[in-house]
């Protein structure tokens, strides 16, 4: 048999070639467009890493940030636009609250990455539901006190439920009046001068008063616990708003700013204190205050001193108006010990229970908290 000609050989060295390199292509084709969906991968988990930490901060801007009296203004079943935030590398966030009820509000928080151009490349968002933790405050009288009490002068003592004049001409939102008795005791009453008692009754004897049940829904201890202004001096002279920044805002690190309750227009009008003092306190001058006062020790106040919301001493209270005006106290004063006479300084000084006053204070001072631990849900 005749072998084939050189001729008639057909070479497969190239197409072998060819093929290993079309191989090789596709290997470094397959290799480049797996790392570059890793790249992706991985700054697309970034990117909404940086929307899910922005809806956090916004989130919690938002429960720490929101007032109680803002709250309380959003009818249960609508909603109201929150703070927005701005963060570096084009990423923020917006937030929105709702009312759920009377007493529940639901913050959602939407955090978004964009580029330069403005595209969005993630979104997060996270909603959390919130409370208002407020202090439990049953006030029974105008004047309730342990020990002796002594009203003397032109001082007025009133039960008699009054809402403050100029939050009337203000259509301010106050509960249903009730009548409480103007001075509730357990120890010695003593009225003397021209003082007048007004109430259901004007005055009640009550043995069974105690320090530890004279306030109703907690003990002096769990109300101090929330403080938001606590005094480092124990003379306080005149009480007046304080406002900072442009636009203005209310400056509530000043020490003799407690709000402003007869101006609708200030921003320290909704601003609502709970202030505390460790040992006895002293406030004279003129001004007026709005919150929560808790004096642990004795309370002297002396001068043309406004005040709106509940007061409670552990030790003795001396109230005493100066010149033509006098010292009122609008919501309720609470003490051990009281004295209440303004014989020696001519003026007057007044007592007046108001639900009104009580409700605004007790609620505008609430502050936000979210309801437990796992309160929080990522949405989307």
């Not at 935030?85 to 990423?91: D, F, G, K």
């Not at 920044?245 to 309750?261: I, S």
């Not at 309370?299 to 003795?316: E, S």
Request: hydrophobic residues 40%.
């Amino acid at each position: 048999m005749r072998g084939p000609r050189l001729s008639d050989e057909r070479g497969i060295a190239l197409a072998v070639a060819i093929f290993a390199l079309v191989v090789i292509g596709l290997l470094v084709a397959g290799t480049f467009y797996a790392g570059r969906l890793e790249q992706q991968s991985g700054e697309n988990a970034f990117y909404a890493n940086q929307a899910g930490e922005a809806a956090q901060a916004a989130l919690t801007q938002t429960v720490q940030g929101t007032s109680a009296t803002a709250l309380l203004a959003i009818t249960p079943g609508n909603s109201s636009a929150g703070p927005s935030l701005s963060l570096a590398q084009h990423s923020g966030a917006t937030t929105t609250i709702k009312a759920l009820t009377t007493s529940v509000w639901l913050v959602t928080a939407v955090g978004s990455k964009t580029n330069a151009s403005g595209t969005q490349l993630a979104a997060r968002s996270l909603a959390q539901l919130v409370r208002l933790n407020q202090a439990e405050i049953l006030v029974g009288a105008g004047l309730t006190a342990i020990g002796k009490v002594t009203v003397g002068g032109n001082s007025t003592v009133s039960g008699l439920d009054a809402t403050p004049p100029y939050w009337t001409a203000n259509g301010i939102s106050c509960p249903a009046l009730g009548n409480v008795p103007g001075v509730k005791y357990n120890g010695q009453l003593s009225a003397s001068g021209s003082a007048d008692l007004y109430g259901n009754p004007a005055k009640q004897q009550d043995n069974s008063l105690t320090a530890a049940n004279m306030l109703g829904g907690a003990t002096f201890n769990q109300l101090k616990s929330l403080a938001t202004l606590t005094l480092t001096s124990g003379n306080i002279s005149g009480l007046a708003p304080a406002t900072s920044g442009n636009p203005a805002t209310c400056n509530k690190t000043v020490q003799n700013n407690w709000g402003e309750p007869t101006d609708k227009a200030s921003p320290c009008w909704t601003y609502f204190p709970i202030v505390y003092h460790y040992g006895n306190l002293s406030i004279s001058g003129t001004g007026a205050g709005q919150g929560i006062l808790l004096v642990e020790g004795d309370l002297q106040v002396q001068g043309r001193i406004d005040f709106y919301g509940p007061v409670i001493a552990t030790g003795g209270v001396n109230i005493r108006g100066t010149g033509s005006d006098d010292v009122k106290f609008y919501g309720g004063v609470m003490a051990q010990d009281v004295t209440l006479d303004d014989t020696k300084i001519t003026g007057n000084a007044m007592i007046n229970y108001s639900s009104c006053a009580i409700k605004r204070a007790v609620q505008g001072s609430a502050t936000p908290m979210a309801l437990g631990e796992r309160s929080w849900v990522q949405v989307y």
